[in-house]
Protein backbone atom coordinates (compact mmCIF):
# COMPACT_ATOMS: atom_id res chain seq x y z
CA UNK A 1 0.00 0.00 0.00
CA UNK A 2 2.69 2.30 0.60
CA UNK A 3 3.91 2.22 -2.99
CA UNK A 4 1.39 5.15 -3.25
CA UNK A 5 3.46 7.84 -1.28
CA UNK A 6 6.72 6.16 -2.69
CA UNK A 7 5.72 6.45 -6.42
CA UNK A 8 5.05 10.20 -5.33
CA UNK A 9 8.56 10.75 -4.17
CA UNK A 10 10.15 9.04 -7.21
CA UNK A 11 7.72 11.49 -9.77
CA UNK A 12 8.67 14.49 -7.43
CA UNK A 13 12.46 14.04 -8.09
CA UNK A 14 12.21 13.08 -11.66
CA UNK A 15 10.04 16.42 -12.23
CA UNK A 16 12.84 18.12 -10.10
CA UNK A 17 15.63 17.13 -12.07
CA UNK A 18 13.95 17.45 -14.81
CA UNK A 19 13.02 21.14 -14.07
CA UNK A 20 16.53 22.02 -13.52
CA UNK A 21 18.00 20.63 -17.07
CA UNK A 22 14.94 22.69 -18.46
CA UNK A 23 13.09 19.90 -20.00
CA UNK A 24 10.11 19.90 -21.93
CA UNK A 25 9.48 16.15 -21.38
CA UNK A 26 11.15 13.11 -19.26
CA UNK A 27 10.69 10.11 -20.80
CA UNK A 28 12.33 7.77 -19.05
CA UNK A 29 13.24 6.96 -15.47
CA UNK A 30 15.73 4.31 -14.14
CA UNK A 31 15.29 3.03 -10.84
CA UNK A 32 17.51 0.67 -8.42
CA UNK A 33 15.97 -1.57 -6.30
CA UNK A 34 17.45 -3.83 -3.68
CA UNK A 35 16.43 -7.48 -2.91
CA UNK A 36 15.44 -6.58 0.75
CA UNK A 37 13.87 -3.18 0.25
CA UNK A 38 9.99 -4.39 0.23
CA UNK A 39 9.04 -2.89 -2.91
CA UNK A 40 6.46 -3.62 -5.47
CA UNK A 41 7.63 -2.34 -8.68
CA UNK A 42 3.96 -3.72 -10.39
CA UNK A 43 2.67 -1.46 -8.04
CA UNK A 44 4.75 1.60 -8.56
CA UNK A 45 4.48 1.33 -12.68
CA UNK A 46 0.37 0.91 -11.36
CA UNK A 47 0.58 4.25 -9.49
CA UNK A 48 2.71 5.83 -11.89
CA UNK A 49 0.51 6.16 -14.54
CA UNK A 50 -2.24 7.89 -12.96
CA UNK A 51 0.16 10.08 -10.69
CA UNK A 52 2.05 11.42 -13.92
CA UNK A 53 -0.33 12.50 -15.82
CA UNK A 54 -0.31 16.19 -16.89
CA UNK A 55 3.37 16.80 -15.45
CA UNK A 56 6.40 16.29 -17.54
CA UNK A 57 7.07 13.02 -16.52
CA UNK A 58 3.30 12.00 -18.29
CA UNK A 59 3.97 8.84 -20.52
CA UNK A 60 8.04 8.12 -19.29
CA UNK A 61 8.67 4.31 -18.88
CA UNK A 62 10.02 3.32 -16.00
CA UNK A 63 13.10 1.00 -16.08
CA UNK A 64 13.57 -1.29 -12.83
CA UNK A 65 17.13 -2.59 -12.04
CA UNK A 66 16.84 -5.37 -9.39
CA UNK A 67 19.76 -6.16 -7.20
CA UNK A 68 20.23 -9.53 -5.53
CA UNK A 69 20.88 -9.20 -2.02
CA UNK A 70 24.83 -9.87 -1.56
CA UNK A 71 26.18 -11.15 2.07
CA UNK A 72 29.25 -10.79 3.49
CA UNK A 73 30.40 -13.69 5.95
CA UNK A 74 32.79 -11.64 9.02
CA UNK A 75 33.66 -15.25 10.17
CA UNK A 76 35.62 -16.94 7.18
CA UNK A 77 34.92 -14.18 4.33
CA UNK A 78 32.56 -15.80 2.10
CA UNK A 79 30.23 -13.62 0.19
CA UNK A 80 27.32 -15.29 -0.83
CA UNK A 81 23.89 -14.12 -2.85
CA UNK A 82 20.15 -14.87 -1.74
CA UNK A 83 18.10 -16.69 -3.68
CA UNK A 84 14.80 -16.35 -1.63
CA UNK A 85 15.35 -16.89 1.80
CA UNK A 86 17.81 -15.64 4.42
CA UNK A 87 20.12 -18.50 5.19
CA UNK A 88 23.08 -18.61 7.19
CA UNK A 89 27.25 -18.45 5.54
CA UNK A 90 27.23 -21.66 3.35
CA UNK A 91 30.57 -22.49 4.48
CA UNK A 92 31.05 -22.22 7.77
CA UNK A 93 26.61 -21.70 9.04
CA UNK A 94 28.19 -18.61 11.02
CA UNK A 95 25.43 -15.86 11.44
CA UNK A 96 27.72 -13.09 12.09
CA UNK A 97 27.17 -11.60 8.12
CA UNK A 98 27.13 -8.17 6.50
CA UNK A 99 24.35 -6.91 4.19
CA UNK A 100 26.81 -5.44 1.08
CA UNK A 101 24.03 -4.72 -0.99
CA UNK A 102 20.52 -5.16 -1.30
CA UNK A 103 19.15 -2.23 0.37
CA UNK A 104 19.03 -0.05 -2.59
CA UNK A 105 16.23 2.46 -3.44
CA UNK A 106 16.88 5.24 -5.31
CA UNK A 107 16.55 6.82 -8.42
CA UNK A 108 19.80 6.27 -10.42
CA UNK A 109 18.92 8.80 -13.68
CA UNK A 110 16.31 10.11 -16.07
CA UNK A 111 16.47 10.36 -19.66
CA UNK A 112 14.62 14.38 -21.06
CA UNK A 113 13.83 15.81 -24.08
CA UNK A 114 14.14 19.78 -24.57
CA UNK A 115 12.59 22.60 -26.59
CA UNK A 116 14.55 22.05 -30.13
CA UNK A 117 16.60 25.16 -30.11
CA UNK A 118 15.76 26.90 -33.81
CA UNK A 119 19.00 28.33 -35.37
CA UNK A 120 18.42 31.44 -36.71
CA UNK B 1 17.04 13.99 -28.87
CA UNK B 2 17.11 12.35 -25.47
CA UNK B 3 19.60 13.42 -22.93
CA UNK B 4 20.23 11.24 -19.59
CA UNK B 5 20.21 13.07 -16.59
CA UNK B 6 22.04 11.32 -13.88
CA UNK B 7 20.07 11.98 -10.41
CA UNK B 8 21.14 9.01 -7.91
CA UNK B 9 18.81 10.06 -5.36
CA UNK B 10 17.55 8.03 -2.68
CA UNK B 11 13.43 7.77 -3.12
CA UNK B 12 12.49 8.58 -0.08
CA UNK B 13 14.85 11.39 0.61
CA UNK B 14 11.98 13.59 1.32
CA UNK B 15 10.58 12.05 3.88
CA UNK B 16 14.61 11.40 5.57
CA UNK B 17 15.25 15.39 5.56
CA UNK B 18 12.17 15.58 6.83
CA UNK B 19 12.63 12.86 9.63
CA UNK B 20 16.10 15.03 10.13
CA UNK B 21 13.98 17.81 11.10
CA UNK B 22 11.66 16.20 13.81
CA UNK B 23 14.94 15.20 15.13
CA UNK B 24 16.05 18.84 15.34
CA UNK B 25 13.01 20.03 16.84
CA UNK B 26 13.33 17.06 19.56
CA UNK B 27 16.40 17.53 20.09
CA UNK B 28 16.01 21.18 20.34
CA UNK B 29 13.07 20.64 22.67
CA UNK B 30 15.08 18.34 25.05
CA UNK B 31 12.40 15.47 24.21
CA UNK B 32 13.51 11.79 23.50
CA UNK B 33 12.09 10.08 21.00
CA UNK B 34 11.09 6.01 20.76
CA UNK B 35 9.43 4.89 17.74
CA UNK B 36 7.36 1.45 18.62
CA UNK B 37 6.44 -0.75 15.74
CA UNK B 38 4.79 -4.32 15.36
CA UNK B 39 2.44 -6.23 13.31
CA UNK B 40 -1.26 -5.68 14.45
CA UNK B 41 -1.97 -7.15 17.83
CA UNK B 42 1.59 -7.69 18.76
CA UNK B 43 0.95 -5.83 21.79
CA UNK B 44 2.30 -2.00 20.95
CA UNK B 45 -0.66 -0.47 23.38
CA UNK B 46 -0.65 -3.10 25.39
CA UNK B 47 3.06 -2.47 26.23
CA UNK B 48 2.38 1.17 26.13
CA UNK B 49 0.39 0.32 28.86
CA UNK B 50 2.79 -1.60 31.26
CA UNK B 51 5.68 0.97 30.54
CA UNK B 52 3.92 4.43 31.02
CA UNK B 53 3.08 3.81 35.10
CA UNK B 54 6.93 3.00 35.56
CA UNK B 55 7.70 6.21 33.68
CA UNK B 56 5.59 8.96 34.61
CA UNK B 57 6.89 8.84 37.96
CA UNK B 58 10.08 10.29 37.19
CA UNK B 59 9.01 11.94 32.86
CA UNK B 60 6.86 13.70 31.23
CA UNK B 61 5.49 11.23 28.89
CA UNK B 62 3.60 11.82 25.53
CA UNK B 63 2.39 9.35 22.99
CA UNK B 64 1.53 9.67 19.09
CA UNK B 65 -0.60 7.13 17.90
CA UNK B 66 -0.78 6.33 14.20
CA UNK B 67 -3.90 4.23 13.24
CA UNK B 68 -5.68 3.95 10.10
CA UNK B 69 -9.02 5.39 12.21
CA UNK B 70 -10.33 5.33 15.40
CA UNK B 71 -8.70 6.67 18.67
CA UNK B 72 -9.11 3.50 20.63
CA UNK B 73 -5.06 3.32 21.28
CA UNK B 74 -4.81 6.86 22.18
CA UNK B 75 -7.50 6.43 24.43
CA UNK B 76 -5.61 3.85 26.30
CA UNK B 77 -2.48 5.78 26.30
CA UNK B 78 -4.30 8.75 27.73
CA UNK B 79 -6.25 6.63 30.32
CA UNK B 80 -2.25 5.20 31.38
CA UNK B 81 -1.17 8.52 32.13
CA UNK B 82 0.23 10.25 28.86
CA UNK B 83 -0.69 13.05 26.77
CA UNK B 84 -1.61 11.44 23.98
CA UNK B 85 -2.10 12.84 20.20
CA UNK B 86 -4.22 10.56 17.97
CA UNK B 87 -2.62 10.67 14.13
CA UNK B 88 -5.44 9.02 11.58
CA UNK B 89 -3.86 8.33 8.43
CA UNK B 90 -6.73 7.79 6.61
CA UNK B 91 -5.78 4.48 4.84
CA UNK B 92 -2.09 5.16 5.21
CA UNK B 93 -0.43 1.72 6.27
CA UNK B 94 3.01 3.53 7.91
CA UNK B 95 3.85 6.73 9.93
CA UNK B 96 5.29 9.45 7.98
CA UNK B 97 7.91 12.33 8.69
CA UNK B 98 5.48 14.60 7.80
CA UNK B 99 2.55 13.22 10.37
CA UNK B 100 4.96 13.17 12.97
CA UNK B 101 5.61 17.18 12.33
CA UNK B 102 2.64 17.98 12.32
CA UNK B 103 1.79 15.91 15.28
CA UNK B 104 4.54 17.51 17.17
CA UNK B 105 3.46 20.74 16.35
CA UNK B 106 0.07 19.98 18.49
CA UNK B 107 2.24 19.37 21.66
CA UNK B 108 4.03 21.53 24.33
CA UNK B 109 7.10 20.00 23.76
CA UNK B 110 8.78 21.85 27.04
CA UNK B 111 6.27 19.82 28.94
CA UNK B 112 7.69 16.26 27.58
CA UNK B 113 10.77 14.16 28.11
CA UNK B 114 9.93 11.26 26.24
CA UNK B 115 7.65 10.66 23.32
CA UNK B 116 6.55 7.31 22.24
CA UNK B 117 5.37 7.06 18.98
CA UNK B 118 3.18 4.05 18.32
CA UNK B 119 3.33 3.44 14.60
CA UNK B 120 0.76 2.00 12.21
CA UNK B 121 0.28 -2.03 12.73
CA UNK B 122 2.03 -3.35 9.75
CA UNK B 123 5.53 -5.22 9.34
CA UNK B 124 6.41 -3.91 5.97
CA UNK B 125 6.45 -0.56 5.24
CA UNK B 126 7.01 1.74 8.36
CA UNK B 127 10.52 0.45 8.03
CA UNK B 128 11.20 2.73 4.71
CA UNK B 129 9.83 5.69 6.97
CA UNK B 130 12.15 7.26 9.04
CA UNK B 131 10.08 9.93 11.26
CA UNK B 132 12.93 11.34 13.27
CA UNK B 133 13.01 9.35 16.46
CA UNK B 134 15.97 8.72 18.49
CA UNK B 135 15.22 4.73 18.60
CA UNK B 136 13.41 2.61 16.29
CA UNK B 137 12.06 -0.22 18.04
CA UNK B 138 10.15 -3.41 16.92
CA UNK B 139 7.79 -5.65 19.32
CA UNK B 140 7.65 -8.87 17.93
CA UNK B 141 5.04 -11.68 19.78
CA UNK B 142 5.26 -15.09 20.35
CA UNK B 143 1.69 -15.95 18.36
CA UNK B 144 3.29 -14.45 15.14
CA UNK B 145 5.50 -17.37 15.01
CA UNK B 146 8.99 -18.02 14.90
CA UNK B 147 9.97 -16.92 11.29
CA UNK B 148 8.62 -13.58 11.07
CA UNK B 149 13.12 -12.46 10.92
CA UNK B 150 13.12 -14.57 7.94
CA UNK B 151 9.85 -12.84 6.03
CA UNK B 152 10.42 -9.53 6.65
CA UNK B 153 13.91 -8.43 7.27
CA UNK B 154 13.69 -5.15 6.44
CA UNK B 155 11.62 -4.54 9.80
CA UNK B 156 14.08 -6.64 11.85
CA UNK B 157 17.19 -4.91 10.41
CA UNK B 158 16.23 -1.12 10.50
CA UNK B 159 15.93 -1.19 14.50
CA UNK B 160 17.83 -0.45 17.55
CA UNK B 161 16.06 -2.72 19.98
CA UNK B 162 13.46 -5.71 19.87
CA UNK B 163 10.97 -6.89 22.11
CA UNK B 164 9.69 -10.23 22.39
CA UNK B 165 6.11 -9.91 24.06
CA UNK B 166 3.86 -12.81 25.00
CA UNK B 167 6.45 -15.08 26.35
CA UNK B 168 3.74 -16.45 28.64
CA UNK B 169 2.71 -18.40 25.67
CA UNK B 170 5.80 -20.17 25.07
CA UNK B 171 4.54 -23.22 26.59
CA UNK B 172 1.33 -23.80 24.35
CA UNK B 173 2.79 -22.40 21.28
CA UNK B 174 5.65 -24.18 18.93
CA UNK B 175 7.99 -21.46 18.70
CA UNK B 176 11.35 -22.19 18.28
CA UNK B 177 13.29 -19.39 19.86
CA UNK B 178 16.76 -20.22 18.78
CA UNK B 179 15.81 -20.13 15.42
CA UNK B 180 14.01 -16.93 15.49
CA UNK B 181 16.92 -15.70 17.16
CA UNK B 182 19.31 -16.60 13.96
CA UNK B 183 17.54 -14.75 12.25
CA UNK B 184 17.86 -11.65 14.11
CA UNK B 185 20.72 -11.90 14.52
CA UNK B 186 22.05 -12.59 10.37
CA UNK B 187 19.80 -9.38 10.11
CA UNK B 188 20.47 -7.12 13.00
CA UNK B 189 24.10 -8.35 15.13
CA UNK B 190 24.13 -7.66 18.67
CA UNK B 191 20.50 -6.27 18.48
CA UNK B 192 19.47 -5.04 22.12
CA UNK B 193 16.37 -8.07 23.09
CA UNK B 194 14.26 -7.76 25.90
CA UNK B 195 11.52 -10.67 26.27
CA UNK B 196 8.15 -9.84 28.02
CA UNK B 197 4.98 -10.11 29.03
CA UNK B 198 2.50 -7.43 29.07
CA UNK B 199 0.17 -10.15 30.86
CA UNK B 200 2.50 -11.01 33.88
CA UNK B 201 4.83 -8.05 33.53
CA UNK B 202 7.94 -10.53 33.29
CA UNK B 203 10.87 -8.28 31.66
CA UNK B 204 8.99 -5.55 31.92
CA UNK B 205 11.00 -3.99 33.99
CA UNK B 206 14.81 -4.52 32.11
CA UNK B 207 12.63 -3.34 28.90
CA UNK B 208 12.01 0.56 31.07
CA UNK B 209 15.28 0.52 32.22
CA UNK B 210 16.46 0.56 29.13
CA UNK B 211 14.50 3.59 27.91
CA UNK B 212 15.40 5.26 31.44
CA UNK B 213 19.05 4.46 30.92
CA UNK B 214 18.64 6.98 27.25
CA UNK B 215 16.88 9.95 28.41
CA UNK B 216 18.83 12.74 29.42
CA UNK B 217 17.34 14.61 32.93
Given at each position: ???????????????????????????D???????????V???????????????????????????????????????????????????????????????????????????????? | ???????????L??N???????????????????N????????K???????L?????T?????????????????????????????????????????????????????????????????????????????N????????????????P????????????????????????????????L?????????????????I?????????????
Open positions: MHELPVTQSVLDLAVQYGEQANATLVTLYLVIGQLSSIDDSIQFYWDMLAENTICEGATLHFERLPAILDCQECGTEYTLERELKLCPTCQSNNVVVRQGEEFRLDSIEIQREQETVP | MTVKIPVVQKISADKLAEENREILENAGVFGILMASPGAGTSLIEQTPLLTTFRVAVVDGDIATSIDADRAAAAGAVAVQVNTGGECHLDAVMLYNALRELDLTKIDLLIVENVGNLVCPANFQLGTHKVLIASIPEGDDKPYKYGMYRGVDALVINKIDLLPYIPFKMDYFRKGVELNPGLETFPVSCQTQEGDAWVGWIRSLIKK
